[in-house]
């Protein structure tokens, strides 16, 4: 092909993306760098899909709604610290797109190294050895008068500078791999070759080997990301604010959204810190150590047999989620307006070494996504069990019956007794005017649900959280409260101090759009 118009080259994005697809768990096995911080491959994909979902929304035929959807989609669905990183360079290349109305040799290379150098701005202390360093290198051997040239020569050039990589960085030379995200964007060159050349899709390697067991397990901290809009303050200031948090720090933006990733101790601290630029869309905290177990348990390096039963929980705020994995939980970020994929979803359960499986959606918009995941892993051999909890009150108290020593014949009866008995209240506000269920509501105002039910409104959040108390507190006697990003724990303090009967634990990090979130048990 001379060049490509704006439909071929979406199509080339839709095809590289499923080239990708099929190096994922390889490239989950390469992680190492800079400490275990989840699934490379994995994150990378999310990224890579989400844009093809903006894709699939826009009008192909023109170029600027090609690179618009490329750059946004892949920025919204950033994952990780790789995932961020692709969607800058990405960013970068769509800059480029915009100056022709065709992708012809001379405009592809200069999308390449428009690419790798908006990649490089976007980290405050590039690293060599990693996704930039093999960036930078397909850029600069592009060659060629056709588009099949530039590919081949780019990704030629980008096979070499990834061999490299282990003599850039110790860590990669103590594991015996290359890294992780720059195999990524080999593979995505691959891709779009594959597509020029009319390859069909390569069967899927073989993982026989995880990098991360080359690393004993330790305190690596949290992987902590957020999405924020309504941004009226340079980058340059968000970043100077969060940089003294921790390492692995990026922040981003475009179309009017601000997004950011780093590893830090203190995942609390620093999204108190973000949230006064903005308005939070969205978060997630991992904790890096606990996905590196789950990484050495795959890979059968703990010492011992892993128990029967595995739970998987999805959980929307770090506070929420942290709890879920005190009670053993490997958890999907997700929930009330972040419904979480199917992929992310089986996911999780395949990297639990637990023969058999509970999964709690803890939302029925999340029952349709984890009914598939479930038959998935059980046509790869696991057995699930999906426990439909409606609510992350349900969920949680179901979790507290979880003991991974017992089979799942035990344990879901009892699971079942006690997400019955439990009650959630969520303190939100309402996105527009409207009755539901006789209760008057209008837009902005704080409203309160029992159970996912609106039962009631008020002039604040604590007026509404007293008047759910009131209401669901009869036969109760322990009250777990989430708060919300920007709530101040002595506002919640004074609302609980009317209820002297329950035993009340007070935590960070509810999810981002609720003031409060309580579980009554």
């Not at 996504?369 to 409606?390: M, N």
């Not at 699971?415 to 969520?426: D, F, N, P």
């Amino acid at each position: 092909m001379g060049s490509w118009s704006p439909e071929e080259l979406a199509q080339a994005f839709r095809y590289a993306t499923d080239w990708f697809s099929v190096y994922v768990e390889e490239l989950n096995a390469l992680n190492v760098y800079p400490v275990p911080d989840g699934d490379t491959g994995t994150n990378m994909h999310l990224t890579l899909s989400s844009a093809r979902r903006e894709l699939d929304l826009q009008d192909t035929s023109k170029m600027a709604e090609v690179a618009r959807a490329i750059a946004y989609g892949s920025l919204l669905g950033a994952r990780g610290n790789s995932g961020v990183i692709l969607s800058q360079i990405l960013k970068g290349f769509t800059e480029a797109l915009r100056k022709g109305e065709r992708l012809e040799a001379p405009l592809l290379k200069e999308a390449l190294r428009l690419g790798a150098e908006t990649g490089y701005k976007a980290v405050m202390k590039p690293v060599e050895g990693t996704i930039l360093t093999v960036a930078r290198a397909a850029a600069q051997g592009a060659r060629g008068d056709t588009l099949e040239e530039v590919w081949q020569s780019a990704l030629e050039a980008a096979r070499e500078a990834l061999a490299k990589t282990p003599d850039l960085l110790p860590v990669l030379k103590q594991a015996g791999v290359v890294d992780a995200g720059g195999a990524g964007y080999v593979r995505l060159l691959e891709g779009f070759l594959g597509y020029t050349l009319k390859l069909p899709l390569p069967e899927a390697p073989k993982v026989e080997r995880y990098a991360q067991t080359a690393f004993a397990t330790e305190e690596f901290g949290y992987c902590t990301e957020f999405l924020m809009e309504g941004v009226e303050v340079p980058i340059e200031k968000i970043r100077e604010a969060v940089a003294p948090f921790g390492d692995s720090l990026l922040v981003v933006g475009a179309e009017g959204y601000v997004k950011g990733h780093i590893h830090t101790d203190d995942p609390d601290g620093l999204l108190a810190t973000v949230a006064r630029f903005g308005r939070m869309v969205r978060t997630k905290v991992e904790d890096m150590t606990a996905q590196h177990t789950e990484i050495l348990a795959m890979a059968g390096l703990l010492e011992e047999a892993p128990p029967p039963t595995g739970l998987v929980a999805v959980a929307l705020g770090h506070g929420v989620a942290k709890a879920f994995r005190s009670l053993g939980a490997r958890v999907v970020a997700g929930g009330q307006t972040q419904n979480p994929s199917v992929e992310e979803i089986l996911s999780a359960i395949k990297s639990l070494p637990n023969p058999k499986v509970i999964l709690l959606p803890n939302n029925p918009n999340v029952f349709l996504a984890a009914e598939e995941a479930a038959r998935l892993a059980r046509e790869l051999g696991k057995e699930v069990h999906l426990l439909k909890t409606r609510t992350i009150g349900q969920g949680l108290a179901a979790a507290v019956r979880y003991l991974p020593e017992e089979e799942p014949e035990t344990l879901l009866p009892e699971m079942e007794e006690a997400m019955a008995g439990a009650r959630t209240l969520e303190v939100t506000w309402a996105s527009r005017d409207a009755e539901v269920d006789g209760v008057k509501v209008l837009k902005d105002q704080p409203i309160g649900l029992l159970d996912g039910r609106l039962v009631t409104v008020g002039e604040t959040p604590e007026e509404v959280l007293d008047r759910l108390l009131r209401l669901a507190q009869e036969g109760k006697e322990v009250l777990t409260l989430f708060l919300g990003p920007r709530v101040e724990r002595e506002r919640a303090e004074r609302v609980v101090e009317a209820f002297p009967h329950l035993a009340v634990e007070i935590l960070p990090g509810g999810p981002d759009l609720y003031p409060y979130l309580g579980v009554l048990e």
